[in-house]
């Protein structure tokens, strides 16, 4: 429909604009394509314009719909068209309208503009109020009536766009919604708003919905009280969905901490005991709880990857008594994705134990891959290869090398050392 209305201006903008008595007769002319024609000119009269948006072609009143200089008279008529691509049509060009819209305006245009979003926010079909609330989810002005009925839209095509952007939603909307037991997905989605206030994280944390408070936890911006955050902390051990959210929720104070560290699995341990915004008796305290609770219950491997963990280190003793192990070869594990043999070879070319190699892995820690690369005699550029490949760390915290350097010194790699052994 877009590539249509492009030819069909560019050829508006090139042919001469027929007369009133000219555009009269093309209206009704038995070709459809001269009916279109007309349909798409930005210069045509209103009337004339009107009279088309009820042209018995349905391809006809699409181009209408789209039509910036269609009259608002007749984009109401057409809001109630029994064609769908009509009213999809209809709803773009609409909502790109919407900002500065009010129902208390005076000025007839804009009032049946107005009206217009309001019949297209109720069609029954899913795509055309979809259109609608895409197009409105981020207008800060857009009429609130409307804003609010596509927020309480059954479709999460329609209701998730608004519950998670518009600006136009406020406490009481959102609280209101919460009460009225939406749909798993509409709660998870105003659990991703930015900014969420105390009262809407309170109503969310309150809930039975699982994954939308992990969502919530995982929300940086929503402000959680200390006495929510207790609550689900309490609920959090049978839930694990939520102890990684819960590990990494900025600005944890020192009693949640110590609490989570009590139940949150070994991976997220490290992560906990690494965190540089802890008050350092709160950090002592965590850290003691680790390492007691890595005393009572060493990490275990699942069978499946025990088995291939014992395979790939039978593979590297072989190398490593035939003189084989060098850096090549770990490269090529590293790039080919084997996991397994890669830690196996870290461990017998660094003498570091297997599980620590594990936990700097589980925990995506650039400095720990880096200071393990060093133990292991590799090269700088090979250790940014581990750090990606192996140990998954993103793009933005990957530590660089420095030419031949790597980007630490020995003093701090043998310190990082020292503090992951600590740690498993």
Same mark, same amino acid.
């Given at each position: 429909?877009?590539?249509?209305?492009?030819?069909?201006?560019?050829?508006?903008?090139?042919?001469?604009?027929?007369?009133?008595?000219?555009?009269?007769?093309?209206? @009704?002319?038995?070709?459809?394509?001269?009916?279109?024609?007309?349909?798409?000119?930005?210069?045509?009269?209103?009337?004339?314009?009107?009279?088309?948006?009820?042209? *018995?072609?349905?391809?006809?009143?699409?181009?209408?719909?789209?039509?910036?200089?269609?009259?608002?008279?007749?984009?109401?008529?057409?809001?109630?068209?029994? &064609?769908?691509?009509?009213?999809?049509?209809?709803?773009?060009?609409?909502?790109?309208?919407?900002? %500065?819209?009010?129902?208390?305006?005076?000025?007839?245009?804009?009032?049946?503009?107005?009206?217009?979003?309001?019949?297209?926010?109720?069609?029954?079909?899913?795509?055309?109020?979809?259109?609608?609330?895409?197009?409105?989810?981020?207008?800060?002005?857009?009429?609130?009536?409307?804003?609010?009925?596509?927020?309480? &839209?059954?479709?999460?095509?329609?209701? %998730?766009?608004?519950?998670?952007?518009?600006?136009?939603?406020?406490?009481?909307? #959102?609280?209101?919604?919460?009460?009225?037991?939406?749909?798993?997905?509409? #709660?998870?989605?105003?659990?991703?708003?930015?900014?969420?206030?105390?009262?809407?994280?309170?109503?969310?944390?309150? @809930?039975?919905?699982?994954?939308?408070?992990?969502?919530?936890? %995982?929300?940086?911006?929503?402000?959680?009280?200390?006495?929510?955050?207790?609550?689900?902390?309490?609920?959090? *051990?049978?839930?694990?969905?939520?102890?990684?959210?819960?590990?990494?929720?900025?600005?944890?104070?020192?009693?949640?901490?110590?609490?989570?560290?009590?139940?949150?699995?070994?991976?997220?341990?490290?992560?906990?005991?690494?965190?540089?915004?802890?008050?350092?008796?709160?950090? &002592?305290?965590?850290?003691?709880?680790?390492?007691?609770?890595?005393?009572?219950? *060493?990490?275990?491997?699942?069978?499946?990857?025990?088995?291939?963990?014992?395979?790939? @280190?039978?593979?590297?003793?072989?190398?490593?008594?035939?003189?084989?192990?060098?850096?090549?070869?770990?490269?090529?594990?590293?790039?080919?994705?084997?996991?397994?043999?890669?830690?196996?070879?870290?461990?017998?070319?660094?003498?570091?134990?297997?599980?620590?190699?594990?936990?700097?892995?589980?925990?995506?820690?650039?400095? %720990?891959?880096?200071?393990?690369?060093?133990?292991?005699?590799?090269?700088?550029?090979?250790?940014?290869?581990?750090?990606?490949?192996?140990?998954?760390?993103?793009?933005?915290?990957?530590?660089?090398?420095?030419?031949?350097?790597?980007?630490?010194?020995?003093?701090?790699?043998?310190?990082?050392?020292?503090?992951?052994?600590?740690?498993?």
């Amino acid at each position: 429909m877009k590539g249509l209305l492009q030819r069909l201006f560019k050829k508006d903008a090139k042919e001469k604009t027929p007369s009133y008595e000219e555009a009269k007769e093309m209206a @009704t002319d038995q070709d459809i394509g001269v009916r279109s024609n007309l349909a798409g000119r930005a210069s045509v009269k209103p009337e004339i314009l009107y009279f088309l948006a009820e042209d *018995p072609a349905p391809e006809v009143r699409r181009v209408i719909a789209t039509n910036m200089a269609t009259p608002v008279q007749a984009d109401l008529l057409l809001a109630a068209d029994a &064609d769908d691509d009509v009213r999809s049509g209809l709803a773009e060009k609409i909502a790109s309208l919407a900002p %500065g819209l009010s129902a208390d305006e005076q000025d007839r245009v804009r009032q049946l503009t107005y009206e217009t979003l309001e019949m297209l926010a109720r069609d029954q079909v899913t795509r055309v109020r979809q259109i609608l609330a895409e197009a409105l989810k981020d207008v800060a002005d857009a009429p609130p009536a409307v804003i609010r009925r596509l927020a309480r &839209d059954a479709e999460l095509v329609v209701s %998730g766009p608004v519950l998670q952007f518009s600006p136009v939603l406020n406490d009481e909307d #959102l609280l209101e919604i919460i009460l009225n037991n939406p749909a798993s997905d509409s #709660l998870s989605a105003i659990s991703m708003r930015g900014n969420l206030g105390d009262p809407v994280t309170d109503a969310i944390a309150a @809930t039975d919905n699982e994954n939308a408070i992990a969502l919530l936890l %995982g929300n940086h911006s929503a402000q959680i009280r200390e006495e929510t955050l207790d609550a689900l902390i309490a609920r959090a *051990p049978d839930v694990e969905p939520w102890h990684e959210p819960l590990v990494q929720r900025p600005a944890l104070y020192g009693k949640a901490a110590g609490k989570l560290a009590r139940f949150v699995a070994h991976n997220l341990l490290d992560q906990l005991s690494q965190r540089d915004d802890l008050p350092p008796d709160v950090l &002592d305290e965590v850290r003691l709880v680790v390492e007691r609770r890595l005393q009572e219950e *060493p990490p275990q491997l699942p069978e499946e990857e025990q088995s291939a963990a014992e395979e790939a @280190t039978i593979r590297v003793q072989e190398l490593l008594s035939a003189g084989e192990l060098d850096e090549a070869v770990v490269a090529q594990a590293a790039r080919a994705g084997d996991r397994e043999f890669s830690i196996a070879a870290l461990a017998a070319l660094s003498g570091i134990k297997v599980e620590v190699i594990r936990s700097v892995i589980a925990t995506k820690s650039a400095k %720990g891959m880096i200071a393990i690369s060093w133990k292991a005699g590799l090269s700088p550029q090979l250790s940014e290869t581990l750090q990606q490949r192996l140990a998954l760390v993103s793009q933005k915290n990957i530590l660089r090398t420095e030419g031949q350097n790597y980007p630490m010194d020995d003093a701090a790699m043998e310190w990082q050392l020292d503090f992951i052994k600590d740690l498993a």
